[in-house]
């Protein structure tokens, strides 16, 4: 019977931790993401020198010559590229999500709290934006200003708003009509402070969820431009190592496959932690 | 009537969407380092400012930078996109060319993984716990989590190098003769592969939604009801439920149509398809910017139907829709 007095209210947050923690699927894509993650960083260290040297004869099957997954048409370890891919494919992810979150989130909040003429416009700005290809965007804007990776950084930011402002409004128009934004104002709190400090944090959970798909889809996006070949040249990167070696599945189709589990898995994780913060930060979707 | 007033309008909007892709463009052109007449001086080998100045007036550049604008969107209202330098020839021409090979990927891609979407989810969603429920979820991670190119090249290794079933690359067998049924047969042979990974993305994404959309339908008191007046329970899911499930997908199928295009770009580099994805990748590499931007015009051209092809077929199957006017 003493137990109950010990129970005590727990922050939103450590209850979220706790929805997480009991997805299986979620803390396994966790897992999976901070190994890659420790990859991309520890790699480099691990594996120095440049991954463009050619180490041993060309299509060296893996496991052979002391390579693990062999060397591609070049013979150069893929290994290799593939440690210093890692570091490229989450950078470009990272900073792409957050372009994409920064100018979504400003274009939602903005139609969704004066909404009038300037919702009207923003959206209307938004539409236009989504009858455009996003990845034929992308090349334009690479092919037109230079395929540096800041380039494909902001290219990627630049096609991906949309969806995070249609949700960003969503979510103001929603609860700007709530009672405590009301009370906010009528207690003085300027429009600035009613956006930032009220309505924002409360507008948050769906957006950090769009957010975490969103690294996700860059890194597929940066993965498909170079493949391609519209990246920086001389940075290693995984698509652009599958997008090389293609015209020769015949001869070693494992220069092609791997690369593309490595992309496959380290996006399935981020999925995954994805869904898992989305159970865990609307913890009403879950009872449904 | 209310009917015809919508569709103006719709049409009307789309018009005033592709002059806004006209004025993006011409930013774009604007903007990027170099113009024309470098272009032109470098293939040349070469020039000096006079004579660059000369082919700057010829092409209009000394004008302000307004009257430019408006002279490039009288062009275009009249079809003509420019001339590109890399292919010699108009920019219009090259991309007739190359369209309809994209609509017949994009649009069969779309309907495949409509088609097949909706089968999935409708049988997923007879049995919410059962394995073709969980086979729908693993689809839809395997979906959104692989990259297109990828899959693409998957398939091509297993089913045209390890098991020849299908070609390689192109979109039609050259040595085969004769009329329009051989020569359509062989096309379509081709397009089984990059349809099946253009579609794989989608398949994912319709086939969720689709199942959540007639679970929630199955739950409601008119099937209920059908239920209990003896319907067979094929015509329950089929006619009663089924029909209230599909706006959501159809909707989302509209909304999809850039996306499948821009996964058309990827999908055209790996099985060579010959459609506008290729032209503007080797166009790209190439640095012909009239042929890029005229392609970017007409993919939100191709994007700007869909949707307005969407709106129609909407209106055919959820009558509250029409109601709406």
Redesign the interface.
């Given at each position: 019977m003493s137990d109950q007095t010990q129970i005590k209210a727990r922050s939103p947050f450590a209850e979220a931790f706790e929805m997480f923690r009991r997805n299986h699927a979620a803390v396994a894509g966790l897992v999976v993401l901070l190994l890659i993650v420790a990859v991309a960083i520890l790699g480099p260290f691990l594996y120095p020198g440049n991954p463009f040297d050619m180490v041993w004869a060309p299509f060296t099957p893996p496991g052979q010559e002391g390579y693990l997954l062999g060397t591609d048409y070049l013979g150069r370890d893929i290994l290799s590229l593939l440690i210093h891919g890692a570091k490229v494919s989450l950078t470009v992810g990272l900073a792409a999500a957050f372009v994409t979150v920064t100018i979504g989130i400003t274009v939602g909040a903005l139609a969704g709290f004066y909404r009038g003429l300037i919702e009207e416009a923003l959206m209307r700005f938004t539409?236009?934006f989504?009858?455009?290809?996003?990845?034929?965007?992308s090349?334009?804007?690479?092919?037109?200003?230079g395929a540096s990776l800041t380039m494909i950084t902001i290219a990627i930011g630049l096609v991906s708003w949309p969806a995070v402002a249609r949700i960003t409004r969503a979510e103001f128009l929603r609860i700007r009509e709530l009672e405590y934004v009301t009370a906010a104002r009528a207690g003085g709190v300027r429009n600035g402070g009613l956006i930032f400090k009220v309505i924002l944090p409360n507008a948050l959970p769906p957006i950090i969820v769009q957010a975490a798909l969103m690294v996700?889809s860059a890194i597929?996006f940066e993965?498909?431009l170079s493949?391609?070949?519209?990246t920086d040249p001389n940075v290693a990167s995984w698509?652009q190592i599958?997008?090389s070696n293609?015209e020769y599945?015949?001869d070693a189709?494992y220069t092609?496959?791997v690369p593309?589990v490595a992309?496959?898995?380290t996006?399935?994780a981020i999925?995954?932690v994805g869904d898992g913060l989305n159970d865990a930060l609307n913890p009403k979707l879950r009872q449904r | 009537m209310a009917f015809l007033k919508v569709l103006v309008q719709r049409i009307g909007y789309a018009v005033l969407l592709l002059i806004a892709v006209l004025v993006l463009n011409f930013t774009m052109i604007n903007l990027a380092p170099g113009d024309v007449v470098d272009t032109i001086a470098a293939d040349m080998g070469g020039a000096n400012a006079e004579l660059m100045a000369q082919i700057r007036a010829e092409y209009g550049l000394d004008q302000p930078v307004i009257v430019q604008l408006g002279s490039y969107i009288g062009r275009v209202l009249q079809f003509d996109l420019g001339y590109s330098y890399f292919y010699n020839r108009p920019v219009t021409e090259l991309i007739f060319e190359r369209l309809p090979a994209t609509l017949l990927l994009v649009f069969s891609a779309q309907i495949f993984a409509l088609v097949l979407g909706i089968l999935l989810g409708v049988f997923a969603a007879q049995n919410p716990n059962g394995p073709l429920s969980h086979l729908v979820t693993l689809f839809a991670l395997f979906g959104y989590a692989a990259p297109v190119f990828w899959t693409g090249i998957l398939l091509l290794i297993a089913f045209s190098l390890k098991i020849p079933l299908f070609p390689v690359a192109g979109m039609r067998d050259v040595t085969i003769e004769g009329g329009f049924f051989p020569q359509a047969l062989s096309v379509a042979h081709h397009l089984v592969l990059p349809m099946l990974t253009l579609g794989s993305i989608f398949i994912a994404l319709y086939s969720r939604l689709c199942r959540a959309s007639m679970l929630e339908v199955l739950g409601s008191d008119y099937v209920r009801t059908a239920k209990a007046k003896g319907l067979r329970p094929r015509d329950v899911v089929m006619k009663h439920a089924l029909k209230n499930a599909l706006p959501p997908v159809v909707t989302l199928a509209g909304l999809q149509f850039s996306a499948v295009i821009s996964g058309a770009v990827l999908v055209e580099t790996v099985f060579s398809w010959p459609g506008l994805g290729q032209l503007a990748l080797t166009s790209i590499l190439a640095r012909d910017t009239p042929t890029i931007l005229g392609i970017l015009f007409f993919s939100a051209l191709v994007v700007i139907v869909g949707n307005l092809l969407t709106d129609l077929v909407l209106r055919m199957i959820d009558p509250r829709v029409r109601g709406r006017g």
């Open positions: 539409e236009f989504q009858v455009l290809p996003t990845l034929l965007f090349m334009v804007i690479v092919a037109l200003f996700g597929l993965a498909g493949f391609l070949g519209l698509g599958i997008g293609r599945i015949l189709s092609v496959t593309g992309i496959f898995v996006v399935l999925s995954l | -």
